[in-house]
């Protein structure tokens, strides 16, 4: 069984810049789902896609966005980049939508912006 | 506004006993509990569910205790291993057709050789 991988593992990348993470799924999962973890601070939900479609959203501005492909890999994609967006960005793969279905985690992009 | 809250930072706990990590959450519509740990340079790993229709789960070394009443649950290690060592976060949702989990700012456990 093939967990989550996600590419790359770190990047540094100009304010103002855009910049896109990959993310392969968990064999078997159909739900992905997008979290930024600050330096000290708990994983925070950016969103949920499903099916292709975003499913849920959290807290973040329009300009993270993302896809979700047919085998289930996803993309994360950040716009106009701040200082503030440097962070662990974690894709984690579920079997179902919603709660009650764990969450399974891959290592993470670091993301730092100069 | 931090609907799940972990307050103590570190915790330290001699090999061979017990480490009780705890988490309290304030908003009453959580039903689904989870435990991760995370060691540096990786993410998260699942570590144990408890469902609100529960009070304890057990899985080997790890038991989750749930209190409704209170808004608190805990992981329980025993015996605690120094491979243990790592932080540990708490997460919630509610079950019921929503989508996200939020997670609290973590534990850091050490256990000394």
């Known amino acids: 069984e093939t967990g989550v991988t996600q590419s790359p593992t770190h990047l540094i990348k100009t304010r103002g810049q855009q910049v896109t993470l990959r993310c392969s799924s968990q064999?078997?999962?159909?739900?992905v789902s997008w979290y930024q973890q600050a330096l000290g601070q708990g994983p925070q939900f950016i969103f949920q896609?499903?099916?292709?479609?975003?499913?849920g959203r959290g807290n973040f501005p329009p300009r993270f966005s993302g896809l979700q492909f047919p085998n289930y890999s996803s993309e994360l994609n950040v716009n106009a980049l701040e200082l503030d967006d440097s962070a662990l960005y974690l894709c984690?793969?579920?079997?179902?939508?919603?709660?009650?279905?764990?969450?399974?985690f891959g290592n993470g992009t670091r993301l730092t912006v100069t | 506004d931090q609907q799940v809250k972990q307050n103590s930072p570190s915790l330290s706990v001699q090999e061979g006993r017990i480490s009780i990590l705890n988490c309290d959450y304030t908003n009453s519509m959580f039903d689904y509990f989870l435990w991760y740990k995370k060691y540096p340079a990786e993410g998260p790993t699942f570590l144990i569910s408890?469902?609100?229709?529960?009070d304890k789960n057990e899985d080997g070394r790890f038991t989750v205790f749930l209190n409704k009443s209170a808004k608190h649950l805990s992981l329980h290690i025993v015996p605690s291993q120094p491979g243990d060592s790592a932080v540990y976060f708490c997460a919630a949702s509610e079950a019921s057709g929503t989508y996200k989990y939020i997670f609290g700012t973590g534990t850091r456990l050490k256990v000394l050789a």
């Open positions: 408890i469902s609100s229709i529960k």
């Open positions: 896609y499903y099916r292709e479609e975003e499913n």
């Open positions: 984690a793969s579920s079997e179902a939508v919603g709660g009650g279905s764990p969450l399974h």
């Open positions: 064999s078997g999962h159909n739900t």
